[in-house]
């Protein structure tokens, strides 16, 4: 049923709880995963990385979801109506406006890298990509995302989140979310099938899986902690917005649980597709940020029918991009629809529209204006540096303080119960994670992202 609005308030929901939890999980799932998460692992050793990773999604990726949902849930309004309504004394809504503007440049240079992947995807399929060596392949990458084939593939990218995004909350964003992400994990399924035949297999999977508590060192856990934070889209508002279209029914504890299971599982699912690839051809799991654009479709080139393997591979990414850019770019359509009263159509339009300028002003950034420099960094960079290095970790912990200080313990309760039709026996624990451990911890990845530790 997705005759979606909710009676009291005439705001559109998602019809049922699989659609919430898809659309949450599209909303965390994205390059993070499949790109960063590999390379992450790889760089800090693999199995003593993978669990780290997992203890700290657990410990401060579930709690500040669960904030988010908390905020989205019970005040049915945008991330800056959500500060508001819960707080109207205090300020606390300029977290709001943060996470609008952070959102918007995350997009700029966010669309920018998945107008490569649909390009990429393109162009394997019609076997135009050469990786006959690995020179050609970093040649190619030079010249796919350092020109104007940018400028291209980022329009075409930014006007398929457009249309998507006209449709709505139940056309648009939930159909999108119930067809994708069943697809990406049929994708990833293939791969790891795939991936079982590949000689290095075991050898990649022991390094996956098996850890090394010898290389456990400070920088493994910064980057495990970092990885666990930034991979479920916290800090900005993704979540409080598509939380404000949970139903009543919702359970917002299993539902935060669940997308923190199904996103690592995602992530790891991409390094037992990575790992026995790279070890099958034996090359370095450390390749870094170079390891999904150059040395994956190097190998795919050496497989049997790679074009196949290696198309499949960036639809893949391509999925994984397009709902993530369809929540980032919800939070300022509701903002614009709910606090300016703009209609859906030109709330829609507007913000798609800045985000355009600006991801072309990236695109740009990394051709013809690259000589173009602020504090020695191009635009994408830049942004990049700023919105995921200093908003998100912010953002993060203004909601972890702003939930476990400033809103009563009673109506954190009457959420995670649905007004005590169900038990919730975890939230001591969870306020105390709220105020204590999210925050410190996410005051560490601030610092550790700014360079000062």
Avoid at 17 to 38: C, D, H, K, M
Avoid at 239 to 257: C, D, G, N, P, W
Avoid at 341 to 365: E, F, H, M, V
Wanted: charged residues 10%; hydrophobic residues 50%.
């Amino acid at each position: 049923m997705s005759k979606t609005e909710n009676r009291g308030t005439q705001r559109a929901v998602f019809g049922s709880r699989f659609a919430a939890i898809a659309a949450t999980v599209g909303s965390a799932v994205g390059l993070g995963n499949i790109w960063r998460f590999p390379y992450e692992a790889g760089a800090h050793g693999g199995g003593a990385f993978v669990l780290c990773y997992l203890i700290f999604a657990f410990l401060i990726g579930v709690p500040v979801l669960i904030a988010e949902f908390v905020m989205g849930r019970g005040t049915r309004s945008n991330v800056l109506g959500a500060y508001r309504k819960l707080d109207p004394h205090h300020p606390w809504y300029w977290a709001g406006y943060m996470g609008i503007v952070g959102s918007m440049l995350i997009l700029g240079f966010y669309t920018v890298v998945a107008g490569w992947t649909l390009e990429y995807c393109i162009e394997s399929l019609f076997g135009m990509l050469d990786f006959s060596t690995e020179s050609a392949g970093h040649d190619q990458f030079v010249k796919l995302t350092h020109g104007w084939h940018p400028v291209i593939w980022t329009v075409v990218f930014a006007l398929c989140n457009f249309v998507i995004l006209l449709r709505g909350v139940s056309k648009g964003i939930e159909r999108l979310s119930n067809i994708m992400m069943p697809v990406l994990f049929v994708i990833l399924l293939v791969f790891c099938v795939h991936s079982f035949f590949l000689p290095g297999f075991e050898e990649g999977c022991s390094f996956l899986f098996k850890p090394d508590f010898s290389k456990l060192t400070p920088s493994t856990l910064l980057g495990a902690l970092g990885q666990a934070f930034f991979s479920l889209s916290l800090g900005l508002g993704c979540m409080i917005t598509y939380a404000s279209y949970f139903t009543e029914k919702t359970r917002l504890a299993q539902t935060a649980v669940t997308t923190m299971i199904l996103d690592s599982a995602v992530a790891i699912l991409s390094g037992i597709i990575i790992f026995p690839a790279v070890f099958s051809f034996g090359l370095s799991p450390s390749a870094g940020p170079t390891l999904v654009f150059e040395v994956l479709p190097n190998i795919f080139y050496r497989m049997a029918g790679g074009g196949i393997w290696s198309t499949l591979f960036f639809l893949l990414l391509f999925i994984a991009s397009l709902t993530s850019t369809i929540s980032l770019s919800e939070i300022s359509i509701s903002f614009f629809t709910e606090e300016k009263k703009l209609g859906r159509k030109r709330s829609t339009a507007l913000s798609c529209g800045i985000t355009l300028i600006i991801s072309l002003l990236c695109a740009l950034s990394m051709g013809p204006w690259q000589n173009l420099t602020l504090f020695g960094k191009n635009l994408f960079d830049l942004l990049d540096y700023v919105a995921s290095n200093i908003i998100m970790p912010l953002g993060g912990m203004i909601c972890s303080i702003f939930v476990g200080w400033c809103i009563e313990r009673r109506f954190i309760s009457d959420q995670l119960t649905d007004n005590g039709r169900n038990r919730f026996i975890w939230l001591r624990p969870l306020v105390f994670c709220l105020r204590w451990i999210c925050p410190a911890a996410i005051f560490i990845i601030f610092l550790d992202s700014i360079g000062a530790i």
